[in-house]
């Protein structure tokens, strides 16, 4: 079973990069798919991106394709997620998950970091 730990939130302006890590422990990350979701007040939780187990393949929805990027390095049992020209609507507690067959329900959740974006 592993352990998922969320850092690197924070308070940016719009424009702004911040990049999250997701630290993991009791077990490789090489053997989970990983994705990060995304919550914002009274809405409900999102998908965000993923990547697979590998670390070699990832997707992205619309919405930040080509400002977003996850990378994961199993090396250092961590996923990171670099987030550039960050708008306000990317205001969220992000959650990072992961899974081993890399289907949702995603079986293993981090308690999430706040990231909030100004204008």
């Known amino acids: 079973q592993v352990s998922l730990v969320e850092s690197g939130g924070g308070w940016v302006h719009a424009g702004d990069s911040l990049r999250l890590s997701c630290i993991a422990s009791?077990?490789?990350?090489?053997?989970?798919?990983v994705a990060w979701f995304r919550q914002a007040p009274g809405d409900q939780r999102v998908f965000v991106c993923s990547?697979?187990?590998?670390?070699?393949?990832?997707y992205y929805p619309d919405s930040v394709k080509g400002r977003f990027t996850i990378s994961k390095d199993n090396a250092k049992n961590t996923v990171y997620l670099q987030m550039n020209s960050l708008r306000p609507q990317d205001t969220a507690l992000y959650y990072c998950?992961?899974?081993?067959?890399?289907?949702?329900?995603?079986?293993?959740w981090g308690r999430g970091i706040q990231v909030t974006v100004s204008s």
């Open positions: 998950a992961a899974d081993p067959k890399g289907e949702h329900p995603f079986d293993y």
């Open positions: 009791g077990d490789s990350l090489s053997n989970y798919a």
């Open positions: 990547i697979n187990h590998a670390g070699d393949n990832a």
